[in-house]
């Protein structure tokens, strides 16, 4: 066994004990039984096909990013500043990826850069995710006017002079328009560079709109779950 599947394991291990906690105390139903087998097919694909310039994305977080959608199979999911794609089609494997555990309805990741948000569309069409699967170009600050409410939203933006400040101002942005039960999973909420940036974040999903809200410390940059009331 190399190296690299050693440490493959070690991430599907740590990945598992993380969705077992949130699945143990409700927070997240069960996952597939299939559910690393398809997470490795489609990692397969993505590091195939993606063209990333830089990424703080781990391997564990890409497989909590995977989990948590295949336990809650969103069929409608945006992301909110998804620059290439690349952890964004952790999030949208399970439902819109060529490897699926559910057949997804809408995944929209929002991009304010023309040209990332164009290499996304690439990155996704060449590892041979759907065409439900999209990128706009947008301020996410905007929300999209959900005809059906989104139940599964991602918020990753960083704007140029607030950084990652703008967390608070997308979640009140769109939290009219995520369903009853709606997960929501902020990126970067533990790195210490970013600390006093999200604190009015986390004091907004830690408050009484939503059921419960976990840092999950995938890495040293962290994942925040939260789920709406």
Known sequence: MTA???DENAADRIAQDMLDVCV???VLPPPPDDLWDLFARTHASIRENFRIPATSLSPVAARVLFGVAACTQPARLAGLGTYVGNLFAYLAGPGFGPYRCYDGDLAIGIEIDEGAAAAARQNFEAAGFTPGATFETRDARNPIPAIKPWQ???VDADDPHRRKAVYHDLLVAWQACLAPRGVVLAHDTRYPAFAEQ????LDLVRGPGFEISVPLPVDEYG???SVVR
């Open 4 to 6: 690299q599947a050693v």
């Open 24 to 26: 143990h105390g409700g």
């Open 152 to 154: 599964l939203l991602l």
């Open 198 to 201: 999200v604190a009015p974040y």
């Open 223 to 225: 994942l925040e779950l």
